[in-house]
């Protein structure tokens, strides 16, 4: 059975930092592209950012480059999203998501709230 199961979020004020955690199982970890995906109400959701399976090369949107880190562990299948100097825009639904390397096959997690308010 596949999961996703994201950990970490909750509320902060501007400038502060969380670090999301996605722990994944019931697939083969190293065959997939993890990324974080973001979702603020009333919004589409939108890639924050791409750790591929194979390399380091990440990717990020212009949004967060320089704030937001992602990595990941394929010796625990986690992937992590720290960020930095957080904005009330960051403020959304963060959502984990694991894409097949050879084709279209993909899965989400849940999604866990980030709050960045005074």
């Known amino acids: 059975q596949v999961q996703l199961v994201e950990f970490g979020g909750g509320s902060v004020q501007p400038g502060g930092s969380l670090r999301l955690s996605c722990a994944a199982s019931?697939?083969?970890?190293?065959?997939?592209?993890m990324s974080w995906y973001r979702q603020a109400p009333g919004k589409e959701r939108d890639l924050v950012a791409v750790a591929p399976s194979v390399g380091s090369r990440t990717n990020y949107s212009d949004s967060v480059k320089g704030r937001f880190t992602i990595s990941r562990d394929n010796a625990e299948n986690t992937v992590y999203l720290q960020m930095n100097d957080l904005k009330p825009e960051d403020t959304a639904v963060y959502y984990c998501?694991?894409?097949?390397?050879?084709?279209?096959?993909?899965?989400w997690g849940k999604g866990i709230l980030v709050t960045v308010s005074d």
């Open positions: 998501h694991a894409q097949w390397n050879f084709g279209v096959l993909h899965f």
């Open positions: 019931g697939f083969i970890f190293t065959h997939y592209a």
